[in-house]
Every structure is written in C-alpha cells, then in structure tokens.
C-alpha cells in the first residue's frame, strides 16, 4: 500500500516539470506562478507582456510559417516563443500589415525578444520544476 503511493507521488512528481515548462511557454510567467515564485513570476509576465504590447504599438510585424525565406523563418520561431499571445495576434490579425514606418523594425524585433525571453523564463521554470537549479 505505501509503495503504490509512493508510486503515485513519483508520478505526479515527474510530470510537474513538463506542465510548468508548457504553462511557461503559453502563458509567460506561469511557470514561476506555479511554483509560487510570485515576484520573479510577476515581473517575468509584466515584461514580457510589455515588450509584445510596445512592439504591436510600433506596428512591429507578426510572421507566419508559411514563408521560405531563412530570416522570416527564425523571426517566425521567435514570435512563436510567445505562446498565447501570438495566438491572440493571429487570430485579430495584430502585426499582419505592410511596414510603412521606420518603428515597425524597433516593434518586430521587440515582440521577436519577448518571444525568445518567454522560451528563456520557460526553461528556467522547469529547472526550478525539476531541481537542476535553486532559486
């Protein structure tokens, strides 16, 4: 009986780190959130969420897979690093119009850093998750 408890908490255990690496990834922050590192967390999400948030202001570009170019491809893996908030983009065509404006560069590659800063916070949520790294 203790053994299949025991069983049962290794489970719960080992698939902890991949829900904070997933949750980390869509929504940024939450993988710190989850483990109760509030601050850390917190200012994980307020600038991530600010830093996507000025990059459409600037009229940054949103990529889409579908291209071939080798540049827009990587632009497009770091959009993608954004989880749910390039979702959001995609889905309200944010970030979908011609650049016109000189500050369109400046916000493409404000929301390409957040993406890729959200991949960075994911990955440290799930080193925390998994012990590899202490606070």
Same mark, same amino acid.
């Given at each position: 009986?203790?053994?299949?408890? +025991?069983?049962? +908490?290794?489970?719960?255990?080992?698939? /902890? &780190?991949?829900m904070v690496?997933?949750?980390?990834?869509?929504? &940024?922050?939450?993988?710190?959130?989850?483990?109760?590192?509030?601050?850390?967390?917190?200012?994980?999400?307020?600038?991530? @969420?600010?830093? /996507?948030?000025?990059?459409?202001?600037?009229?940054?570009?949103?990529?889409? &897979?579908? +291209?071939?170019?080798?540049?827009?491809? @990587?632009?497009?893996?770091?959009?993608?690093?954004?989880?749910?908030?390039?979702?959001?983009?995609?889905?309200?065509?944010?970030?979908?119009?011609?650049?016109?404006?000189?500050?369109?560069?400046?916000? +493409?590659?404000?929301?390409?850093?957040?993406?890729?800063?959200?991949?960075?916070?994911?990955?440290?949520?799930?080193?925390?998750a998994t012990?590899?790294?202490?606070?």
């Amino acid at each position: 009986m203790a053994t299949d408890v +025991t069983a049962q +908490t290794r489970t719960a255990q080992s698939s /902890f &780190p991949a829900m904070v690496l997933i949750a980390g990834w869509l929504v &940024p922050g939450a993988g710190h959130l989850m483990q109760r590192k509030w601050i850390r967390g917190g200012l994980i999400m307020v600038s991530i @969420l600010s830093m /996507f948030t000025i990059g459409l202001a600037l009229k940054g570009k949103i990529y889409s &897979p579908n +291209t071939g170019d080798l540049l827009d491809i @990587l632009n497009f893996a770091g959009d993608l690093g954004n989880g749910l908030l390039y979702l959001l983009a995609r889905a309200f065509d944010l970030g979908q119009a011609a650049v016109q404006v000189a500050t369109a560069d400046y916000g +493409t590659k404000f929301i390409v850093v957040a993406g890729l800063l959200n991949i960075i916070s994911a990955v440290d949520a799930h080193s925390l998750a998994t012990g590899r790294k202490r606070s």
